[in-house]
C-alpha cells in the first residue's frame, strides 16, 4: 500500500528555518518524480517544488533560492530545508508522486505537516 508519512513541520519565527520529511512505503520513491505541496486555508493546494529520478528540481517562484527538495534513496525519504521563512508560507505541507491521475493508488493524500510561520 502506497504511503507517505509528512513530518518536520512546526511554529516557527520569520525568518526561521525548517527541514521537511516525507518517509515513503509501499513503492520505491526514487524510480518517480517526486513533489512538495503546500495549502493554505482558503486557497488551492499548489506545488512547491520537484525532484527527479536524476536529482534535477524545479522550484515554484515563490520557493526559488529559499526553499531545497533532496532526497535520499537508500531511506526512500523525500526532503524539503526551508530557509528564511516568512508568514505566507504557512500552510499543511503534503508530499506526492507527480504522476497521471490515472494511477490510482498514488492518488490519495496523507495527512500533511503543518508549518506556522509568525512571530
Known amino acids: 500500500q502506497v504511503q507517505l508519512a509528512e513530518s518536520g513541520g512546526g511554529l516557527v519565527q520569520p525568518g526561521g528555518s525548517l527541514r521537511l520529511s516525507c518517509a515513503a512505503s509501499?513503492?520505491?520513491?526514487?524510480?518517480?518524480?517526486m513533489g512538495w505541496y503546500r495549502q493554505a486555508p482558503e486557497k488551492q493546494r499548489e506545488l512547491v517544488a520537484i525532484?527527479?529520478?536524476?536529482?534535477?528540481?524545479n522550484y515554484a517562484d515563490s520557493a526559488k533560492g529559499r526553499f531545497t527538495i533532496s532526497r535520499d534513496n537508500a531511506k526512500n525519504t523525500v526532503y524539503l530545508q526551508m530557509n528564511n521563512l516568512k508568514p505566507e508560507d504557512t500552510a499543511v505541507y503534503y508530499c506526492?508522486?507527480?504522476?497521471?491521475?490515472?494511477?490510482?493508488?498514488?492518488?490519495?493524500w496523507g495527512q500533511g505537516t503543518q508549518v506556522t510561520v509568525s512571530s
Open positions: 506526492k508522486a507527480v504522476v497521471g491521475s490515472t494511477l490510482y493508488k498514488f492518488n490519495a
Open positions: 509501499g513503492f520505491n520513491s526514487s524510480t518517480y518524480v
Open positions: 525532484i527527479s529520478r536524476d536529482g534535477t528540481t
